[in-house]
């Protein structure tokens, strides 16, 4: 196991993060570009069969709708208004990091945008382990944008290639993965970059 250095995961506003996050904000966080990037992304690794959106909200920023997508995420106005959801979880990841759904639940999991703000993002991505049938995907996509009193410190003292590795520790921490691939996605506005890895 990785150790982070002291106060990585601290963040400016440590306070309850539903109060935080209950008004909705149905916006897009990442611009047009950004955009077409992820979704290119999701489409070129295959998210398809049963799906899990993990932090999510409004959209899921997929292309194509896949057999069944569940969305989790922190507000239910956000969740209910996503069109492509069938399953909607509402779940605040840094208050208890456990998935709500049986082993081997998901052929694919995303998370998009949103992995900055995790504070056990170790143990969440060994429930997304948990989770994935042997063989599926956990993609990760995330630029340069952020809520910065939400995020983590250690997130907002990186560049993109530093993101890059530290998703790519979490992967490695969380013990379930074979090895993970990191990338820039070409993108016309903000940075895209994605981390995916597959379930042993």
């Known amino acids: 196991m990785t150790d982070f ?35 290119a992304f999701y489409d070129e690794i295959g ?10 909200s409004w959209v899921s920023h997929l292309r194509t ?8 995420g922190m507000n239910a106005a956000e969740l209910d208004a996503n069109p492509m959801a069938d399953q909607r979880v509402v779940r605040d990841l840094n208050a208890d990091p456990a998935l709500p759904f049986p082993d081997a639940t998901f052929d694919t999991v995303v998370c998009t945008v949103s992995i ?3 504070v056990r993002p170790v143990a969440v991505c ?6 994935l049938r042997p063989g599926g995907t956990f993609a990760l996509t995330f630029s340069n944008r952020c809520f910065p009193t939400k ?26 993965f074979d090895e993970p691939v990191a990338q820039r996605r070409e993108s016309t506005d903000d940075p895209v970059i994605a981390v995916h890895a597959r379930r042993r």
């Open 151 to 176: 995020a983590i410190r250690g997130w907002l003292a990186a560049d993109d290639g530093q993101r890059a590795a530290i998703v790519a520790t979490y992967l490695h921490d969380a013990g379930a």
């Open 47 to 56: 998210v398809e069969g049963d799906v899990l959106d993990l932090m999510s």
């Open 65 to 72: 709708r896949p057999r069944h997508l569940t969305v989790l």
């Open 126 to 131: 060994a429930e997304v382990g948990r989770v």
């Open 5 to 39: 250095p002291p106060g990585f995961f601290d963040r400016a506003d440590d306070g309850d993060d539903a109060g935080f996050y209950g008004p909705p904000r149905l916006v897009q966080h990442i611009d047009d570009g950004a955009i077409a990037a992820v979704g």
């Open 116 to 118: 900055d703000y995790l």
